[in-house]
Nanobody, 115 residues
Framework: QVQVVESGGGLVQPGGSLRLSCAVS????????MGWHRQAPGKQRELVAR???????NYADSVKDRFTISRDNAKNTVYLQMNSLKPEDTAVYYC?????????WGQGTQVTVSS
């Protein structure tokens, strides 16, 4: 059984930073590309960053140069370091494999950027 547990969200002021974590069990983590997605109220879920098994990364234009995705294969965990946060980054953040598996979505972690 696959489990995906996101954590690290919270309330932060504009310009602040947060580090999200996603612990995954039940898959061969090191062999999978992983992605971080977000869904803001009234909007579709969007992919913001992905990391391949090789360690190479891609980012959405909206977060490039502010967010950094990384992985620790020994801990079966993927991270998202978010710097220079903006109010438009407010969303529930989820991780999943890439390509996504419908049955791998976790509960997500809420990120709110507000003064």
């Amino acid at each position: 059984q696959v489990q995906v547990v996101e954590s690290g969200g919270g309330l932060v002021q504009p310009g602040g930073s947060l580090r999200l974590s996603c612990a995954v069990s039940g898959i061969i983590f090191r062999s999978n590309a992983m992605g971080w997605h977000r869904q803001a109220p009234g909007k579709q879920r969007e992919l913001v960053a992905r990391i391949f098994s090789s360690g190479s990364t891609n980012y959405a234009d909206s977060v490039k140069d502010r967010f950094t995705i990384s992985r620790d294969n020994a801990k079966n965990t993927v991270y998202l370091q978010m710097n220079s946060l903006k109010p438009e980054d407010t969303a529930v953040y989820y991780c999943n494999t890439y390509p996504v598996r419908r049955d791998y979505w976790g509960q997500g972690t809420q990120v709110t950027v507000s003064s």
